[in-house]
């Protein structure tokens, strides 16, 4: 597929904010990014991280537009299929990299090193048969027990039970220390206890059971390099630890 044409010599003004998003339906959905963010009364493992990183003193702020942009992109293409990769790729709202100001924008590079990181994930035999047999960009909505949860798994698989996350990396050899330094820990519990909360609520489970694998598909950014992480049960109780301290905050009592 042709590099998508995203670059405008006079970037749009940005939209205006939107109103927020009341989802109607419970359980596993797919739904759009635009409608999954404007969820605000809904709790994310994001924001579950944000809140633990400013309680350390860790919180310095959010990525940059161009970041999230290259993100955006590399998901799109590994993850959706390809009419629906190429129309993400060239939304200058969702692929464009600018700041609100109109600065930035992703260059010829930045599309190269995206499709260096595309074809090294698709080029690993083992990330693609985790792949194969997923649900991919799953919307994921729970609310009772006085909790409105969210989540938006890359992949997942509900009969062999395991969701899996793709993640762009300075260094891959490197990455457990990228688990601990950005509490990856925390999205791991928090989608692993949310899909089994789902399957008992929405489904036909009988009781809430976590999902038990939660894997990293791991791509450097500079090389190419590929890696899958699986995170372990002492970074997944970890992560449980973080979550728990979160609604201990606010009254209320995480499921595990």
């Not at 940005?14 to 797919?30: A, E, V």
């Not at 310095?60 to 629906?84: C, D, M, N, R």
């Not at 990299?97 to 994930?121: F, H, Q, S």
């Not at 590929?226 to 970074?235: G, I, N, Q």
Request: aromatic share 12%; glycine share 8%; proline share 5%.
């Amino acid at each position: 597929m042709p590099r998508p044409k995203t670059t405008r010599n006079v970037p749009e003004k940005p939209k205006p904010k939107s109103k927020i998003y009341f989802p109607k339906k419970m359980g596993y959905r797919k739904i759009e990014d635009e409608k999954y963010y404007r969820a605000f009364s809904y709790v994310s493992a994001s924001e579950i991280s944000k809140w633990t990183k400013k309680e350390s003193g860790e919180f310095t702020g959010y990525g940059s537009p161009k970041a999230f942009a290259i993100g955006t992109a590399i998901h799109a293409l590994v993850l959706e299929p390809p009419h629906v990769a190429e129309a993400i790729c060239a939304d200058p709202e969702r692929c464009g990299g600018y700041d609100e100001n109109g600065n930035g924008g992703l260059t010829t590079t930045d599309w190269e090193k995206i499709y260096m990181c595309v074809d090294a994930l698709k080029a690993n035999k083992e990330i693609m048969d985790l792949l194969n047999g997923c649900e991919t960009e799953l919307g994921m909505f729970y609310k009772g027990r006085g909790m409105q949860l969210k989540g938006k798994a890359d992949a997942l698989n509900k009969s062999e039970k395991y969701i899996a996350d793709v993640k762009t990396t300075s260094d891959v050899k490197k990455f457990e220390k990228s688990i601990k330094k950005f509490h990856y820990d925390i999205q791991g519990a928090f989608y692993c206890t949310l899909a089994g909360i789902i399957d008992h609520v929405y489904g036909d489970a009988e009781e809430i059971v976590p999902y038990q694998n939660f894997y990293f598909l791991v791509v450097d950014k500079k090389n190419g390099g590929t890696r899958v992480v699986a995170l372990s049960p002492e970074m997944i109780q970890t992560g449980h630890e973080k979550i728990r301290a979160f609604f201990k905050k606010r009254g209320l009592e995480w499921f595990k």
